[in-house]
Nanobody, 121 residues
Framework: QVQLVESGGGLVQPGGSLRLSCVAS????????MGWYRQAPGKQRELVAVVTSGGRTDYVDSVKGRFTISRDNAKNTVYLQMNSLKPEDTAVYRCNVEGRASSLGGSRPYWGQGTQVTVSS
């Protein structure tokens, strides 16, 4: 079973930066996409950023120009660089990998446990 472990969350002032990391416990046989979701209290979960196996990236409009998603295949890691943070970015951020981890199964989503990001003065 593959586990995803996030780190890098915390408390930051408006305008500050954080870098989230998500490390997979072992290699996937194949990966379709890696992404970051977030969920704020009382709100639905939303996809923040995604990077496909081909390297294409996409972002929710509210973070375009401020957040950057990247991946390091050699380290089984996906990152989310968050700059110019705003209070409305406050949420629990979870990483997601759509991939195949075992030859016995097909592709499915894997989730990290989440890391809290709080933007406040």
């Amino acid at each position: 079973q593959v586990q995803l472990v996030e780190s890098g969350g915390g408390l930051v002032q408006p305008g500050g930066s954080l870098r989230l990391s998500c490390v997979a416990s072992r290699n996937f046989l194949s990966i379709n996409a890696m992404g970051w979701y977030r969920q704020a209290p009382g709100k639905q979960r939303e996809l923040v950023a995604v990077v496909t196996s081909g390297g294409r990236t996409d972002y929710v409009d509210s973070v375009k120009g401020r957040f950057t998603i990247s991946r390091d295949n050699a380290k089984n890691t996906v990152y989310l660089q968050m700059n110019s943070l705003k209070p409305e970015d406050t949420a629990v951020y979870r990483c997601n990998v759509e991939g195949r981890a075992s030859s016995l199964g097909g592709s499915r989503p894997y989730w990290g446990q989440g890391t809290q990001v709080t933007v406040s003065s």
